[in-house]
């Protein structure tokens, strides 16, 4: 190999050295900025979410103790009924076994908590399972939240639809006997929505994924009549 | 007429391969960003969906149900403008390897959930069943456009081609080296 050619082999492996060597620093860069841009969208992510979700709640004065839902009679075993007011099975489960789970409260054999939660506001254009939910609190703390939770499954909506209006929800309840003025104003001015999200929040927490949830001192059941009253009986909740 | 289709694609693969990166890119990015907007809308909805699963306490789903749409939309930015293309496809192809993992563990513990992928999800109603083999054969789908840009991640009209052109010295001038 002559000199001259010598000179230009060097010359070219200097170039293809540093030709690496920008790609390498190419790359490093935009991976930096992209991995950045991917942490910074999740923590936007999780902002959004923080400042869409109150951490205070106004609870409706008569719900149980830790504010999740409303109670009806007593008894050594705790059924917990977990329902969206849009949901076509919860609907089914309060026509087919409503009133033999309010039966086991009135016997005195468990006492019943239920908790209105919403997890189908996506399927209502107006947040229906929120509204209703919310304006079940307001039933709820004027002491006819099953009254008025069996008139609202009763005129249940359809998936996908408008749901009711809060006019409708408040002619609801006017017709089992909730004034114009306390109730129409509590379900007008949405006082329970951020209770209904603390109401889902535990739900979540409690492991219920889907609705009707029911749960025999603590276990999942079969939401069916005939599954609750077993569980219900002393020894049958270990099944 | 007879068309030798063996040789054909080999000889245009280096004219073709750039332009079919690009639609793969693009496709792989449409994918994440109609996965993240349809979830962002209702971020506590995502967080109930990631619970579904049961594979982590809600404290924890709720944090990754809201962050993860806002990660997918991200995705599909980076791939629609071609930054760092390599990475956005190890980053979609570990995504989906989890989405695959965790729906296959909802099969195997016999959970009867919607996957929540394009939003949705939680429990399915009584009388539904859930369809995990069509949704895990879907994400493995995207997981082989993923696999292609991290096999030929410069592709046209990305900004990791443009980059690259500009980064480029500015002529042959060997003599100066």
Same mark, same amino acid.
């Not at chain 1, 009763?154 to 003025?181: C, H, R, W, Y």
């Not at chain 2, 054969?137 to 993923?146: I, M, N, W």
């Given at each position: ?123 209502? #254009?107006?947040?229906?399972? #929120? ?79 889907? #609705?009707? #949830? ?26 | ?13 280096? %004219? ?28 506590? %909805? ?19 149900? %809201? ?57 399915? %109603? ?52």
């Amino acid at each position: 190999m002559s000199k001259r050619a010598a000179q230009k082999e060097a010359a070219r492996v200097i170039r293809e050295q540093l030709a690496r060597e920008r790609r390498r620093r190419r790359t490093l860069w935009t991976s930096i900025v992209a991995v950045a841009v991917l942490v910074i969208a999740g923590g936007i992510g999780y902002g959004v979410y923080a400042a869409q979700h109150k951490s205070s709640f106004a609870t409706p004065p008569g719900s149980v103790a830790n504010g999740t839902g409303f109670a009806t009679g007593s008894g050594p075993a705790t059924v917990d009924v977990y329902e969206d007011f849009l949901c076509p099975h919860c609907k089914e489960f309060e026509d087919a076994s409503g009133s033999a789970v309010e039966q086991l409260a009135s016997q005195g054999k468990a006492r019943v908590i239920y908790h209105p939660i919403a997890i189908l506001d996506g399927a209502s #254009t107006t947040n229906y399972s #929120t509204r209703s939910a919310a304006a079940a609190g307001c039933a709820g703390a004027e002491g006819k939240f099953r009254e008025y939770a069996k008139a609202l499954f009763a005129q249940q909506p359809s998936e996908g639809s408008a749901g009711l209006s809060d006019d409708q929800l408040v002619q609801i309840g006017t017709s089992i006997g909730l004034s114009e003025s306390s109730f129409g104003t509590c379900v007008r001015d949405g006082t329970y929505k951020s209770w209904v999200q603390h109401v889902t929040d535990e739900a979540s927490a409690a492991g219920v994924t889907g #609705t009707p #949830t029911v749960k025999v001192n603590g276990r999942q059941v079969q939401p069916t009549a005939a599954a609750i009253t077993a569980a219900v009986q002393p020894g049958g909740s270990s099944s | 007429m007879i068309l030798d289709i063996r040789r054909l694609p080999v000889r245009r693969w280096p %004219a073709v391969q750039p332009w079919l990166g690009t639609l793969v890119r693009l496709g792989l990015a449409a994918v994440w960003l109609t996965a993240g907007a349809a979830k962002a809308g209702d971020l506590a %909805a995502a967080g109930r969906a990631v619970n579904a699963y049961q594979v982590m306490p809600y404290d924890v789903a709720k944090v990754v149900g %809201a962050a993860l749409p806002f990660v997918e939309i991200a995705l599909g930015l980076l791939l629609v403008a071609g930054l760092a293309t390599r990475l956005a496809g190890v980053v979609s192809a570990a995504l989906l390897a989890v989405f695959v993992a965790g729906i296959s563990s909802a099969w195997a513990r016999g959970l009867s959930i919607d996957c929540g992928c394009f939003g949705g999800g939680g429990e399915l %109603a009584a009388g539904q069943s859930p369809s995990y083999g069509p949704e895990i054969a879907r994400d493995l789908a995207f997981g082989a456009l993923a696999a292609f840009l991290i096999a030929y991640p410069l592709t046209r009209l990305s900004v990791d081609r443009w980059l690259a052109a500009s980064d480029a010295p500015a002529g042959p001038t060997p003599e100066e080296m």
